[in-house]
């Protein structure tokens, strides 16, 4: 099994969108898409966390299947 180092992946992207959108935006709505996409990336980071610490293994992958970003329509 390879190693990905998925938990150090997530930390360093949820850094880099919090320091590319570290200065003042210019209107209400780039703002608001500013937040959303910290809290977004943050929220990855802190979701695979709690998958890295669960106990069983359907805890995990329950954890795991939060992490994981999907598309519902």
Same mark, same amino acid.
């Given at each position: 099994?390879?190693?990905?180092?998925?938990?150090?992946?997530?930390?360093?992207?949820?850094?880099?969108?919090?320091?590319?959108?570290?200065?003042?935006?210019?209107?209400?709505?780039?703002?608001?898409?500013? $937040?959303?996409?910290?809290?977004?990336?943050?929220?990855?980071?802190?979701?695979?966390?709690?998958?890295?610490?669960?106990?069983?293994? $359907?805890?995990?992958?329950?954890?795991?299947?939060?992490?994981?970003?999907?598309?519902?329509?």
């Amino acid at each position: 099994m390879k190693n990905y180092n998925l938990d150090n992946r997530f930390e360093d992207f949820a850094a880099s969108v919090v320091i590319l959108f570290n200065l003042p935006p210019k209107s209400f709505a780039a703002d608001y898409l500013a $937040k959303q996409l910290i809290r977004s990336a943050c929220s990855s980071a802190l979701n695979f966390r709690e998958f890295e610490g669960a106990g069983s293994d $359907k805890d995990r992958a329950n954890k795991l299947r939060i992490t994981r970003v999907s598309k519902k329509f």
